[in-house]
């Protein structure tokens, strides 16, 4: 089960990949800075009922910050495809 925010797939939410990044920025981004910190991807993850949120977004900032400056910028939103589908049941379209 997913956010609520796209055509269900089987109990998993299928967007496309524009829909995938307003989607990011909407529910993640909680400063509205359009940078995604370990922080904001851990309440997410809380927010889904997930045990060891932080640890998960640690991880999956790690795996999706290509450049090591911490946050997930809006050129690395797309490396969140991956953690995404893992833990908010999203799946993207083409």
Do not use: C, Y
Request: charged share 30%.
């Amino acid at each position: 089960m997913g956010f609520g925010m796209g055509i269900d797939k089987g109990g998993k939410d299928a967007m496309t990949m524009k829909a995938f990044k307003e989607w990011v920025l909407r529910n993640l981004d909680a400063d509205q800075d359009g940078k995604i910190t370990k922080d904001e991807l851990a309440e997410a993850v809380r927010r889904r009922g997930e045990w060891f949120p932080v640890l998960k977004a640690w991880k999956g900032i790690r795996s999706a910050d290509s450049n090591r400056n911490g946050v997930v910028d809006d050129i690395e939103i797309t490396n969140l495809v991956e953690f995404a589908q893992k833990h908010f049941g999203i799946m993207i379209i083409s």
